[in-house]
């Protein structure tokens, strides 16, 4: 385990920040904490840094217990949003300052340099200053300067969020690749729920100090553990229908007005009453139109109006209406929709959620 | 047209006033100077604004070697030295220490550092005619009343308060961050202090060298009382020299005096008055 966190709890005076959090993160794995601004988020990212120090809990990075170690003992790295890099100094020290203050020969300082640099391909800013860098340099010297001690755990602040939208989707793929050659763990914070998609191995959602689901982004996706959970992820937004689940001949139908749609292969967590009030969360690119319909049993068709058409350049979002029921679809911006348009539309039942409306907990 | 002419008008009236302003500020300035060069023959006889007729720096050289405070006559030479062994030191300690202070402050913030900084500037609102006798007492029982060690450390801690409110508040507008990422890297408190915060101060430096400079060397009040009798720093000097009473006031010599006594701080201005702005603006606005 490279890094486990057990019952980590963080206040600040009276606020409480941190309940209970609970992580395990193995050797080689991208961890993207991801939540709303004031979620704790970068808290936890600091407590495991050690800039913070924790209310109670334990933090273990590879098996040791560190929660009352020094930063520098703990043998982290961090980058930070706005990359703190020292502005006195050149881009060489900047990379070499963390050897220096442990005590290495400028040999080892050098070779470690050259290691660093080549790898990011930043021989050639090596001398100057930050301020002489631009967006993407910098944030490159950031990385650098917490490659260069080879850390057991790599600590990242949403590094990304200073950059403009095009270098970001570069950098993004060079720290996925950048990840994969190091095989490093990562702990990586953003608020960006496409940048936690793309780069984690799993991500951990976080809403007022808690862990609401940690898993992979297509668990996180496709089968979210909470209504919280499915309403933070995915644009445009899960569909959510209220109903109530019937039992029929040893299966179990949702019925909503004229709608009912036969679940036979829902996984339930337990088996429901009959009667039961559920909310049913569709995400866009499972309601099929027919046209494009494929072969298959676990299809339910509806015949649907179209409200309303929202181009964002590959994509249609479509709005549909029919008898109180509000659903949001995606097509191919190929396909010719107008609003006032009726189209029949499929559900693909092998990718919904079923929530309790008043918990929000996946039945 | 119109909006031309109303301009104009009023950049006329603004050029005016200023002219006016600057008139005010510099015919006295001329005066001194056209009287320190001239003998005090032609003082006596001459238009006071009038060009010198012969150029001499007789006063100069009198005022600065041989003009007389009492019976002794020295000039305010060795005053002015004597000004100098108490400024450099006592500047150094007030902004090293105050640089000091002022990082502990902002970056390793704790209750009672803002309450020790509250405390620092209200310190520093009370006029310091109150600390005169406290502070004679106080230096008498330790030994170091009226003497240059006295003086040096009665401008360092009152220099103090001074220096740790620029620095604090030129730190406070630095990225926190840069302090986080030196922890990481495994630097201590002071070698961060030394490798990222120093290098960074230089524009809070040259504020504080200028306001601790004119400070301690136009200082008055500790330099009378405190000031070793024969051996007091320049500015008490000088008013003696200026109001010795017998004989003939020797008005280009006195000019001469407060000159050469006001020079290092004009001085001082004019080289650093650009860095000094510079440095305020960036320690107010932004790091």
Redesign the interface.
């Known amino acids: 385990m490279s890094l486990a966190i057990h019952n980590l709890h963080k206040s600040f005076g009276q606020t409480p920040v941190l309940n209970g959090i609970e992580i395990e993160a193995t050797q080689g794995e991208f961890l993207v904490l991801l939540g709303a601004s004031g979620c704790g988020k970068s808290t936890l990212l ?1 407590c495991i ?3 913070e120090p924790i209310t109670s809990g334990e933090i273990f990075i590879k098996e040791k217990a560190v929660q009352d170690f ?3 003992d703990r043998n ?3 980058v ?3 990359y ?6 050149t881009v060489a020290r900047n990379i070499t ?2 050897l220096e ?2 005590g290495a020969s400028k040999a080892e300082q050098h070779d470690a340099l050259q290691r660093v640099s080549s790898l990011l391909k930043i021989q050639d800013l090596l001398d100057r200053k930050p301020r002489q860098l631009s967006g993407g340099q910098r944030q490159r010297v950031a990385i650098g ?1 917490s490659l260069v001690r080879n850390p057991d755990l790599f600590l990242m602040d949403e590094p990304m969020s200073n950059l403009d939208a095009r270098l970001r989707l570069e950098m993004r793929s060079e720290l996925r690749s950048l990840h994969a050659t190091l095989g490093a763990t990562m702990v990586f914070v953003t608020h960006d729920q496409t940048e936690a998609m793309s780069l984690a191995t799993r991500v951990a959602v976080m809403d007022q100090g808690q862990i609401r689901q940690i898993g992979t982004p297509y668990d996180l996706y496709h089968a979210p553990n909470s209504l919280f959970v499915a309403e933070f992820i995915g644009t445009p937004g899960i569909n959510l229908v209220p109903g109530t689940l019937h039992l029929q001949d040893d299966s179990v139908v949702f019925q909503k007005n004229e709608l009912k749609l036969k679940l036979e292969s829902y996984q339930f967590t337990s088996t429901p009453e009959e009667g039961t009030a559920t909310l049913l969360g569709i995400r866009p690119e499972s309601l099929i139109p027919a046209s494009s319909q494929p072969a298959s049993d676990s299809l339910n068709s509806l015949e649907m109006k179209v409200t309303d058409v929202e181009m964002t350049g590959g994509d249609l979002h479509v709005r549909l209406k029919n008898n109180g029921i509000d659903l949001t679809t995606r097509m191919a911006s190929s396909k010719r929709v107008r609003p006032g348009d009726k189209i029949e539309i499929f559900i693909n039942l092998d990718a919904i959620s079923l929530f309790d409306p008043t918990q929000g907990t996946r039945l | 047209m119109k909006s031309r002419r109303q301009y104009s008008l009023r950049s006329a009236l603004v050029h005016g006033l200023l002219f006016v302003l600057a008139l005010y500020f510099l015919v006295p300035l001329y005066v001194m100077v056209v009287a320190s060069f001239k003998s005090l023959d032609e003082i006596i006889h001459s238009s006071i604004i009038a060009l010198p007729i012969v150029w001499t720096t007789a006063g100069w050289e009198k005022a600065w070697s041989s003009a007389c405070t009492g019976l002794v006559c020295t000039g305010i030479k060795p005053y002015f030295f004597e000004t100098m062994a108490i400024l450099f030191p006592a500047m150094s300690a007030a902004i090293v220490i105050g640089a000091l202070n002022g990082y502990l402050m902002s970056f390793w913030r704790s209750r009672s550092a803002d309450i020790l900084f509250g405390a620092l500037i209200i310190g520093s609102f009370i006029p310091l005619q109150l600390f005169l006798i406290p502070l004679a007492v106080t230096m008498q029982k330790l030994g170091i009343f009226g003497s240059t060690f006295g003086l040096i450390l009665i401008h360092t801690v009152y220099g103090v308060p001074l220096t740790t409110m620029l620095y604090r508040n030129f730190y406070v507008s630095l990225p926190s961050e840069l302090v986080k990422a030196a922890i990481v890297d495994g630097a201590g408190v002071f070698k961060i202090f030394r490798s990222v915060i120093v290098p960074m101060s230089a524009p809070i430096t040259i504020v504080a060298v200028i306001l601790v400079f004119g400070g301690i060397y136009n200082d008055y009040i500790f330099a009378l009382t405190f000031g070793e009798t024969g051996k007091r720093p320049i500015m008490a000097a000088v008013l003696n020299i200026i109001s010795t009473q017998y004989a003939v006031a020797e008005h280009n010599v006195n000019m001469a005096a407060v000159m050469i006594s006001a020079l290092p701080t004009l001085l001082i201005f004019l080289v650093a008055g650009k860095f000094f702005v510079m440095g305020l603006a960036q320690g107010s606005v932004k790091g």
């Open positions: 600091h840094a050690g800039l020094l930063p520098a982290v790295a961090m930070f949003q706005n703190a890099l020292y502005p006195t100094m300052f963390g203050c442990s300067r």
